[in-house]
């Protein structure tokens, strides 16, 4: 059976957010150099939370963020999810992938229940001293990546398939549909990827331009992380 028999690619919608969480976080905990950010905060309580913060991020994210997930056909549940950032002429771009937006009353609930998870620093239970030194460093990676190479970008900023339903394609039909956008509109594309998302990536296009190694054994790390920084160029018809 085939990926689209058993899963659609839909919309996203504030009220997905304990799906999305679900998914996320039951993905990115698999990996061990994210899992050391939380110091031992349960899955549960990080999958709490983070579904309290994301309808509030959905709506005011600003406009050219893009969304979708994976929705597993037998189950209705959200199995995969995707981020993209579009440049800024095409705002009015991809508008199946836009949250709709909510009235204010609705709007204010989202901000009560962000607000409600939070700590004096931000994220909850998150080390945001150790996510700022690490993140400083790709984000200096990709900046140097799109200054060298000039043009115009769609940004893939997050890509994240259920545990108990990778390897099934699912993230291959959701970087498919943000590379169809890409083609259509001339530009080139950008992430950020470890290990595991190397082959997807590879096998769609992407090149590795350049890799960011973090030895941290301050942080409990025995090996490296090491994050590619991919690029895919504009692909010609």
């Known amino acids: 059976m085939g990926v689209e028999a058993a899963y659609s690619i839909e919309p996203v919608r504030p009220d997905d957010a304990k799906g999305l969480a679900t998914t996320m976080m039951s993905a990115f905990y698999q990996e061990l150099h994210w899992r050391s950010l939380w110091h031992g905060k349960p899955l549960d309580e990080i999958i709490h939370d983070t579904a309290n913060r994301i309808p509030w991020n959905l709506v005011t994210n600003g406009p050219l963020r893009r969304y979708q997930k ?11 999810y995707a981020r993209w950032i579009l440049p800024e002429d095409l705002e009015n771009c991809w508008p199946a992938a836009r949250v709709p937006e909510v009235d204010e009353d ?11 998870v939070l700590d004096a620093d931000g994220i ?21 990546v799109k200054k060298d190479n000039g043009g ?4 893939l900023d997050y890509l994240a398939v259920h545990p108990d339903h990778q390897r099934q394609g699912i993230g291959g039909m959701l970087l498919r549909s943000g590379l169809s956008v890409a083609d259509e509109n001339h530009l080139k594309v950008l992430v950020n990827a470890r290990t595991q998302g190397m082959e997807l990536y590879g096998r769609n296009g992407f090149h590795k331009v350049d890799e960011v190694v973090q030895e941290r054994p301050q942080y409990g790390w025995t090996e490296p992380q ?7 160029f504009v692909q010609s018809n």
């Open 70 to 80: 994976v929705v597993a056909k037998d189950s209705g549940e959200v199995v995969g």
């Open 106 to 116: 609705t709007q204010k609930e989202y901000e009560r229940r962000y607000r409600s």
């Open 124 to 144: 909850r239970g998150l080390d945001h001293q150790m996510a700022q030194e690490l993140s400083a460093a790709i984000d200096e990676s990709e900046e140097r």
């Open 152 to 155: 115009r970008f769609l940004i």
């Open 226 to 232: 090491v994050t590619a920084v991919l690029l895919r």
